[in-house]
């Protein structure tokens, strides 16, 4: 038996590949194929299941490409209801694969389909679990996703979260390995730890959702505390998940479409594109097209690209380092965002070369900026929630990333301010929506709050 888990780290996603005596089956697949079909290649195996925790909404699931490829069955747990063939399996159904079992134990409350797979060895031990967005290291899955009525509230949810975490989960084995599919930095949780793989023992001790003395009211405050408001794409991507999409071969050829600087400015005036610019911060900040959008692939793109263009139909073009273009094509698609028009050919070196207007963006040492603070000059601190209320400058106005939009009319539409994120990434983000807003006078810190702390600029 052979468990592999294939872990992205921009999405914060683990898909997992195991194999049983020539037999594979794969759980929670991203939608580029390739990686599961390879490694079935490797071992001599056939992939027999596609196992679907739940509707994914933070990403686009490969089980239907994958399916075309193998001819493998897509199994959701009980309550899923799709546009295409899938077995709909029961509670406690078990599918074997070659020496080992795998058993459906039906989880809802993050989703009323979301399902946890149990895997058995070849002599019947309880094995490792497949958790999806059920339960999380540290954590468990939010429970406002699913909400449909007035009936079926984020409490609703949790309270049947409770219950299956209690009668299906926590009676397993401590030595039950937990496999889930989410790890920190994902939306789909808030107290993710790093680690992507634990015992349940481990979990028990440590995840506030397990603690044995805790009851279904305590869980459901504490679960639905602080939720924020999920990215838009996120609905997009569970409908996709649930009704289909185009093959992701038929993406990336109609997006692999190179543009001289003419006809990619053209184009972007004509069907109003977003330009969406994913070199280094440092680069885009030397010299970018006026009204770009900064969302460097080198950090944690694919969610940001969710959470700030609200619609996955949007037209895109793409400014890139060189020969990164299939990589961000199909990092976008990942998210449901299947509608890259094309690229500028030769980067921004073309588009200077061509003569075109060039923005740039300022930028300074958080020494800098502890000389403006004292002249009371205005500061923006677009760090999360949890980031702001755990230190922050005591005169810095928060507004985060993930709701910039929401916040315009704070800022000053004339003079020059202040903004900051953690380490300089994000900040450069909110700072280019600003300016293709109209608002030129945001000025970056470099190293963002980690500068600052050692800057020592009095912080509360």
């Known amino acids: 038996m052979q468990i592999e888990q294939l872990y992205t780290g921009c999405l914060s996603q683990g898909a997992y590949y195991i194999e049983s005596n020539g037999e594979a089956v794969v759980i929670d697949p991203l939608r580029e194929t390739e990686p599961y079909l390879q490694r079935a290649k490797r071992d001599n195996a056939t992939i027999t299941y596609i196992f679907e925790t739940h509707f994914h909404a933070d990403f686009v699931s490969g089980h239907l490409t994958l399916s075309k490829q193998t001819g493998a069955s897509i199994v959701f747990g009980p309550n899923a209801n799709t546009s ?105 949780g808030k107290n993710m730890m790093t680690q992507t793989i634990d015992t349940l023992g481990n979990q028990k001790q440590m995840n506030y959702a397990l603690r044995q003395d805790m009851t279904k009211e305590e869980f ?15 609905p997009l991507n569970v409908k996709m998940n649930k009704q289909g999409y185009e093959h992701f ?33 440092l680069d885009f900040m030397k010299g970018h097209i006026p009204n770009s959008i900064f969302i460097g692939i080198d950090g944690s793109f694919a969610p940001w690209v969710g959470a700030l263009i609200k619609d996955v139909k949007q037209p895109i073009l793409l400014v890139t380092p060189p020969n990164m273009e299939p990589e961000v094509i199909m990092r976008l698609s990942r998210v449901g965002f299947d509608n890259t028009l094309g690229f500028l050919k030769g980067g921004i070196a073309s588009w200077q070369k061509a003569a075109k207007q060039i923005d740039t963006m300022q930028t300074v040492s958080a020494q800098t900026l502890k000389e403006a603070l004292e002249k009371e000059m205005p500061v923006f601190d677009v760090r999360k929630q949890g980031e702001f209320s755990s230190c922050h400058i005591p005169s810095a106005r928060h507004t985060p990333l993930d709701f910039i939009n929401d916040y315009l009319a704070l800022f000053p539409k004339s003079s020059p301010f202040y903004i900051h994120c953690e380490g300089g990434y994000r900040s450069v983000i909110a700072a280019s929506i600003l300016k293709s807003r109209g608002i030129h006078g945001g000025i970056n810190v470099t190293g963002g709050f980690t500068s600052i702390k050692e800057a020592a600029i009095a912080v509360v």
């Open 220 to 234: 459901i405050k504490e679960v639905t505390d602080g939720l924020l408001a999920p990215p838009a794409y996120f």
């Open 84 to 188: 295409f063939d899938a077995h709909i399996a029961k509670d406690n159904e078990v599918f074997r694969v070659g020496d080992i079992t795998i058993t459906v134990l039906h989880t809802p409350g993050h989703t009323m389909e979301s399902t946890t797979y149990l895997l058995r060895d070849a002599s019947g031990k309880a094995h490792a679990i497949f958790t999806g967005d059920t339960l999380f290291l540290g954590d468990v899955g939010r429970p406002d996703l699913a909400q449909k009525s007035a009936d079926v509230t984020q409490e609703y949810l949790a309270g049947i979260l409770f219950d299956s975490l209690r009668n299906k989960i926590m009676p397993l084995p401590d030595d039950v390995i937990v496999y889930p599919a989410h790890g920190a930095g994902s939306a789909c």
């Open 249 to 281: 071969d038929a993406i990336i050829e109609r997006a692999l479409l190179p543009l001289s600087a003419e006809d990619f400015e053209a184009l972007a005036n004509k069907t109003g594109a977003v330009i969406l610019d994913v070199r280094n911060q």
